[in-house]
């Protein structure tokens, strides 16, 4: 993290200064705080006005310590909203950890705290002590929110400390934490000032009470801190010789902030500070601007007691009891102050990325045109609590919003789409079209026919995978017809169509049903990539090269991928330029072209640049994790991709690959009952996504699971129906892919006669998952150098001895290597001969133990 940069001198003198407000510098707390935080939680629990925020305010400016503050509100009981201002908290130390989180959604499956923790866990150094205060902890309720912050808490991180500033005691289970006495805590009495300390603050003050009045005062105000500075301020203003009458402090507090704090102020400047308290964000710069007179920013400066300035994170936060008051005056605004506060507040939000406070206050001010320019600029596909959040907003907007607002229809219909309530959003808009239809057909009304057809485009398309329906074409024609009248501009990321775990979302095994799907993509991409900004370019490619892929057709494979590939780009479709790359990895390695495969791992990197590919860092974990999974390398999996299946809030739509990943990682590490778990948990799931292809890859990859544990049944019935299934299709590659644990689990169906598994099949299947497992060896982790090494030891095999080699390594006869290398059994010998005579060999085990030792194995280089 950045280097903290508050000044030091700040606190050089015995009182604190800000501003004309004197506050007492207190040892004895801080003494308190310096020892509490050697313990990874700090509860600072008492009542308002106990000073609480100032003292660990003032303790983290001279500490030796990074610290993150996070203010929290009642509106960070919306997860999202928590999120964006847990952000914002981390950006004050570490903008780069702050961009990463702000990638990723608010983490509560265990799949996105595991990828939450591996921020902080690349992010934080090992040499420096980090603070995490969470000011106003009482206010939340959001069990989710809830159970990161008790997760982020109780983190393994031993220089992460984190305070809880709260009312009441945090709802956390911190049990455990605490039996190995490694929560410290400061309550009320800790907190309430001495005798001594109120002393020494009045004479600060230069308030000179007599003897029997700070008597009276301190048993009146019994240590509370903004009692005490109440009492002070009637000293002050009263006039001299007025004695001070002791009062009950909590039952008049409202009442004395009315006469010592507000009555003196101009109405102007109480105005304002009654304005403030409709909104959360105090920051310089909005504050600036809805201030009418620069004099306001300056007498609201000059409350430094009640409302204090975060330096950490820019902005000012306003005491409680003095908040609590304000709002208590806001019927003395008019509705038009109201609404011009936080129009203008919305529009400081929404410049500045916070794009749900934006929604929020655009919807308090009534302007749901801004409101829903917004929403526009979001991601088509939204992760369903936020989708569902947004609906929520839509549907309470008054009815005559729809009929001022046509656009307001598009995305009210699209949410619904979202959240796959296909039927309803139908319905709606095909009433809604009716009377778009029968109007004049001005720019607005034609940009909403063409919204509107879109949307029913795009369920059609969704809903194809199980209605087998491929009309849907005609409806984006449409749209492109209302969008010739009067075109306009869209652009990413509401423009980039999403992709789930297979581009040919079909779900039946039918022959040409494939073909079919693919042509009516094809049909409507030159419709919508037109009127909706390129959306769908590059895809009708794809979903050829993925069928080409999986027919085992290499050549034909590459062809449409990098044509797809190009089109993506063209039109700033990121998801298909990420699978495009994915199938570019498989083809690669299917053929064992190492070089290749670097370059499209290099691309892949390079996607996490664009900012408006909002799932860049999900998607590039799922992708890299088939990869190092498939590769042996599993260790440098995405955290969250290692654990054990597990619902989450992805949408349905887009969901599917992660499981395959999942499944392949456990297999990697041979813990196949977890693999098993993977597979099963996706094979019971209620969903209608389950693609033809994503059946095919699931058994096969269970097949050979189950074989593993020793279930020959098992293993044989699930390779059965992925035969089946593959059959009408001549799908090989899920059998291909899978290696020489496919190549094992085919032989021992031909030697046991498995039921159901054509012997020829079975004779294909093995060898070429054989052939596959040879290339496959050649490029697993192989270094650029390795070729130089080989020389230098002074062993050259030719690229026919390499690939002889590798198979005997694998334990293939010499009748299976001549059988996948279309070489004769003598060729064999003679080769395996030359290989011996070249290593100094005497039989197999010798010349793989060599080559081993020589790293030539290892490194898998060929040489001409």
């Known amino acids: 993290m950045e280097k903290n940069t508050i000044k030091q001198s700040f606190y050089s003198n015995v009182p604190i200064n800000s501003g004309n407000q004197i506050y007492l510098k207190r040892p004895r707390i801080d003494r308190l705080l310096e020892q509490a935080v050697q313990n990874p939680v700090v509860i600072i629990n008492a009542g308002a006005g106990y000073g609480k925020t100032h003292a660990v305010y003032s303790f983290v400016h001279k500490y030796p310590a990074l610290t993150c503050w996070i203010q929290l509100s009642e509106r960070d009981n919306i997860s999202e909203r928590f999120w964006e201002n847990f952000v914002t908290g981390v950006s004050t130390g570490n903008r780069s950890a702050a961009e990463r989180l702000m990638a990723i959604d608010f983490p509560e499956t265990e799949r996105q705290l595991e990828r939450y923790w591996s921020i902080p866990r690349e992010e934080t150094r090992t040499d420096a002590k980090y603070i995490f205060v969470y000011d106003d902890f009482h206010l939340l309720q959001n069990k989710g929110v809830l159970r990161f912050l008790e997760l982020s808490i109780t983190s393994p991180f031993p220089n992460i400390t984190s305070i809880l500033i709260s009312r009441t005691e945090p709802a956390l289970d911190i049990k455990k934490l605490q039996a190995r006495g490694l929560v410290s805590r400061i309550t009320e009495d800790d907190l309430r000032f001495t005798q001594e300390e109120m002393v020494e603050y009045f004479h600060v003050q230069?308030?000179?009470?007599?003897?029997?009045?700070?008597?009276?005062?301190?048993?009146?105000?019994?240590?509370?801190?903004?009692?005490?500075?109440?009492?002070?301020?009637?000293?002050?203003?009263?006039?001299?010789?007025?004695?001070?009458?002791?009062q009950a402090m909590r039952a008049n507090i409202f009442k004395l902030i009315a006469t010592e704090i507000m009555a003196p102020l101009p109405p102007p400047l109480q105005r304002?500070?009654?304005?403030?308290?409709?909104?959360?964000?105090?920051?310089?710069?909005?504050?600036?601007?809805?201030?009418?007179?620069?004099?306001?920013?300056?007498?609201?400066?000059?409350l430094d007691s009640f409302i204090r300035f975060d330096a950490y994170r820019n902005v000012y936060h306003i005491h409680h009891l003095f908040l609590h008051y304000l709002r208590g005056r806001q019927d003395e605004l008019t509705e038009y102050d109201k609404k011009d506060l936080w129009h203008k507040t919305a529009a400081w939000c929404a410049a500045n990325n916070q794009k749900l406070d934006a929604i929020n206050y655009y919807e308090k001010a009534g302007d749901y045109e801004r409101l829903i320019g917004v929403v526009e600029t979001m991601s088509t596909i939204l992760p369903n609590r936020m989708a569902r959040r947004l609906l929520e907003i839509m549907e309470r907007a008054p009815e005559e919003i729809y009929s001022q607002i046509a656009t307001a229809q598009v995305i009210r219909t699209g949410l619904y789409l979202t959240l796959e309530m296909f039927d309803k959003s139908r319905e709606e808009l095909i009433k809604v079209i009716g009377k778009l239809e029968a109007q004049p057909l001005t720019p607005t009304v034609t940009r909403t026919l063409t919204g509107c057809y879109n949307n029913l485009g795009f369920i059609g398309m969704n809903t194809s995978a199980y209605t087998r329906n491929y009309d849907y074409v005609q409806y984006f024609e449409k749209a492109q017809q209302y969008y010739d009248l009067h075109r306009f501009e869209t652009g990413p990321p509401i423009t980039i169509i999403p992709l789930?775990?297979?581009?040919?979302?079909?779900?039946?095994?039918?022959?040409?049903?494939?073909?079919?799907y693919i042509a009516a993509i094809s049909a409507s991409i030159p419709f919508t990539s037109l009127t909706f900004g390129g959306c769908a370019l590059g895809m009708d490619d794809l979903c050829r090269g993925e069928l080409a892929f999986f027919r085992g057709d290499m050549p034909g494979a590459e062809q449409f991928v990098l044509r797809a590939l190009q089109n993506a780009r063209r039109g700033n479709q990121y998801d298909t330029e990420n699978r495009a790359l994915f199938y570019l990895l498989r083809i690669n390695l299917a053929r064992g072209n190492y070089g290749l495969i670097e370059d499209a791992l290099k691309q892949l990197e390079n996607q996490l640049n664009e900012q408006y590919y909002p799932s860049r860092y999900i998607n590039h974990d799922i992708v890299t994790g088939w990869y190092y999974a498939h590769t042996g390398q599993a260790d440098r999996l995405a955290p969250w991709l290692r654990n054990d299946f597990e619902k989450n809030d992805f949408n349905s739509i887009v969901y599917g690959l992660e499981i395959m990943v999942k499944a392949k990682y456990h297999f990697a590490e041979r813990r196949y009952p977890a693999a098993l778990a993977v597979l099963e948990s996706w094979e019971t799931r209620n969903s209608p996504w389950a693609f033809i292809l994503e059946k095919i890859e699931c058994k096969a990859l269970k097949a050979v699971c189950c074989y593993q544990l020793r279930d020959k049944p098992g293993a044989f019935s699930a390779l059965e129906q992925a035969y089946r299934l593959a059959l009408p299709n001549a799908f090989s590659m899920p059998f291909t892919e899978l290696g020489k644990d496919m190549r094992t689990l085919a032989d021992a169906a031909l030697k046991d006669?498995?039921?159901?598994?054509?012997?020829?099949?079975?004779?294909?299947?093995?060898?070429?998952?054989?052939?596959y497992a040879r290339k496959l060896f050649a490029v697993s982790g192989v270094p650029a150098a390795a070729g130089e090494k080989l020389n230098r030891r002074g062993v050259k095999l030719s690229r026919r001895e390499m690939e002889v080699l590798t198979n005997l390594a694998q334990g293939m006869t010499q009748e299976e290597i001549a059988g996948i290398s279309s070489l004769s059994v003598n060729t064999v010998k003679s080769v395996i001969r030359s290989i011996y005579n070249k290593l100094g060999a005497i039989n197999k085990a010798d010349a793989v133990r060599i080559a081993a030792s020589l790293e030539i194995l290892e490194t898998g280089e060929e040489n001409p």
């Open 272 to 302: 304002f500070l009654i304005k403030l308290s409709l909104i959360d964000h105090l920051v310089p710069e909005l504050l600036e601007n809805l201030a009418e007179d620069p004099s306001l920013i300056e007498g609201m400066k000059n």
């Open 500 to 516: 789930g775990s297979y581009l040919c979302r079909v779900t039946s095994e039918e022959k040409g049903e494939i073909e079919r």
């Open 753 to 771: 006669n498995a039921p159901g598994l054509p012997r020829e099949w079975l004779e294909k299947v093995r060898l070429t998952a054989a052939a």
């Open 206 to 246: 230069n308030i000179k009470p007599s003897p029997q009045t700070l008597t009276a005062i301190y048993h009146d105000a019994e240590g509370w801190a903004f009692a005490i500075h109440l009492a002070g301020l009637s000293l002050k203003n009263a006039t001299p010789g007025t004695p001070y009458i002791p």
